[in-house]
């Protein structure tokens, strides 16, 4: 049960922290301009903000902190 919760928490944080993410990626300039960078493989149409993996770092480590700290 508690890997389902920890899940479910990691998923939530994940979930919630990827729009500021997108908004300050924006605001400080990490973003591709897919009409800039031509390469074959992109796929996306317009502004791509980087740092995607952040939220989903983010979400693992506050939803670690509890389990980890339960355990000390």
Same mark, same amino acid.
């Given at each position: 049960?508690?890997?389902?919760?920890?899940?479910?928490?990691? /998923?939530?944080?994940?979930?919630? =922290?990827? &729009?500021?993410?997108?908004?300050?990626?924006?605001?400080? *300039?990490? %973003?591709?301009? !897919?009409?800039?960078?031509?390469?074959? /493989?992109?796929?996306?149409?317009? =502004?791509? &903000?980087?740092?995607?993996?952040?939220?989903?770092?983010? *979400?693992? %480590?506050?939803? !670690?902190?509890?389990?980890?700290?339960?355990?000390?």
């Amino acid at each position: 049960m508690e890997y389902l919760l920890a899940f479910g928490m990691a /998923a939530s944080f994940a979930y919630l =922290l990827t &729009p500021p993410t997108i908004f300050f990626a924006k605001k400080i *300039g990490l %973003i591709t301009d !897919s009409k800039l960078r031509k390469h074959p /493989a992109h796929t996306h149409i317009g =502004l791509i &903000p980087r740092g995607g993996g952040l939220p989903l770092f983010l *979400g693992f %480590i506050i939803t !670690s902190l509890p389990f980890w700290w339960d355990s000390l």
